[in-house]
C-alpha cells in the first residue's frame, strides 16, 4: 500500500518509518537526503533534523552519536504526531459549519505492503507486523470529517457519518462493541479482538496488536492506567480528531503501567477507585 500527500514533509517521515538506509542516510547526510532528493524546505529540514537528534527518547544514552533506529523513529513518530493533528484542526478552520453544529475527524494508519492476501493481523505481534508491512505508523488513509448537531458525541457516531467503512465485532446488544477491520480498496484489514488469544485470563501476556484509536493523538484520554473504553460509548469533544492504529499498545510503544509510588497522587487514586 503506498501512501502520499500534498506534504514533502509528511511523505518523507512516512518514508523515513520504515526505510532503514533513507533513515541512515538522512542521520549522515540531511541537507542532501531531505531538500535536494525530497523536496523539504530548509525550514522543514531544520524542524526534522533537531527533531530526530535532540528528542528524548529510549536509549541509555540520549547523547549519544550513535542511536537505535527505532529511537530515532520514536522522535519521528512524535513530529508525525503533531503535524497530522494540527492538520486536521487546520481542516477544521477552514470549513463552515451551520450554526448548532460541531466538527469531528477521523484517520486511520496502515501498515506497509498490505494487499488482500495478508490482511489479517489476528493474533500478529508488534515485532510482526513491523518485520514484515513496515512500521506501523509509515501510510494512513484519507482523513474523513463528519459534522454533527450535538458536541459530545461518541466515537461510533462520529464514523458512522463520516462515511469511513469500518467493520465491528462484539455483541451488538452491549457496549463492549469494537472495531475489526478497516476497508481498503476491495479488502479489509482487520484484527479479530473475539478471538481466544485476546482473552488475558487464559493468556495474562497477550501482546497482539488490534485497532486501536487515540483522540487528538492521545492514548485513552481521561482514563490513563485503565481498561479502554470502547469507542461505541467513548465521547468526545467539538474540533477532535480520532486516530485509530494497527498495534499493542504496549511498554515498547511508550504505554507504561501507572503504577503506584511515593509522590505519585494519581495513582494513588486509581488504586483506591480499582480497590472500590
Not at 537505535?68 to 497530522?84: C, G, P
Not at 493481523?121 to 518485520?131: D, H, L
Not at 487528538?216 to 461505541?232: L, Y
Request: net charge neutral; hydrophobic share 30%.
Amino acid at each position: 500500500m503506498s501512501m502520499e500527500t500534498k506534504s514533502n514533509l509528511l511523505n518523507y517521515i512516512s518514508h523515513l518509518m520504515h526505510n532503514d538506509d533513507a533513515l541512515q542516510k538522512f542521520i549522515i547526510d540531511p541537507i542532501t537526503t531531505s531538500e535536494k532528493e525530497h523536496g523539504l524546505t530548509k525550514a522543514e529540514r531544520s524542524v526534522l533534523r533537531r527533531t530526530v537528534s535532540g528528542l528524548s527518547n529510549n536509549s541509555l544514552n540520549g547523547y549519544s552519536i550513535q542511536r537505535n533506529l527505532d529511537s530515532y523513529r520514536r522522535s519521528l513518530r512524535l513530529l508525525q504526531n503533531v503535524l497530522v493533528n494540527t492538520g486536521h484542526k487546520m481542516v477544521m478552520d477552514n470549513t463552515e459549519t451551520p450554526e448548532g453544529h460541531y466538527k469531528f475527524s477521523v484517520q486511520v494508519f496502515f501498515p506497509l505492503h498490505i494487499n488482500k492476501t495478508n490482511s489479517n493481523f489476528t493474533c500478529q505481534t508488534n515485532e510482526y507486523v513491523k518485520n514484515n508491512f513496515g512500521n506501523p505508523y509509515a501510510a494512513y488513509g484519507s482523513v474523513y470529517t463528519a459534522t454533527l448537531d450535538k458536541p459530545n458525541p461518541t466515537i461510533e457516531e462520529v464514523m458512522d457519518a463520516s462515511g469511513i467503512s469500518y467493520e465491528k465485532g462484539g455483541n451488538p446488544r452491549d457496549r463492549n462493541v469494537f472495531v475489526s477491520g478497516f476497508n481498503i480498496y476491495d479488502f479489509t484489514v482487520s484484527a479479530d479482538l473475539s478471538n481466544e488469544c485476546y482473552d488475558l485470563h487464559k493468556n495474562p501476556n497477550a501482546n497482539y496488536v488490534f485497532w486501536f484509536y487515540s483522540v487528538n493523538g492521545k492514548a485513552n484520554p481521561q482514563n490513563s492506567g485503565q481498561v479502554g473504553e470502547s469507542f461505541r460509548t467513548k465521547t468526545l469533544n467539538p474540533n477532535d480528531t480520532v486516530f485509530w492504529q494497527l498495534i499493542a499498545p504496549d511498554a515498547s510503544y511508550g504505554f507504561h503501567p501507572c503504577a503506584p509510588n511515593e509522590g505519585n497522587t494519581y495513582a494513588e487514586e486509581l488504586k483506591k477507585n480499582n480497590q472500590k
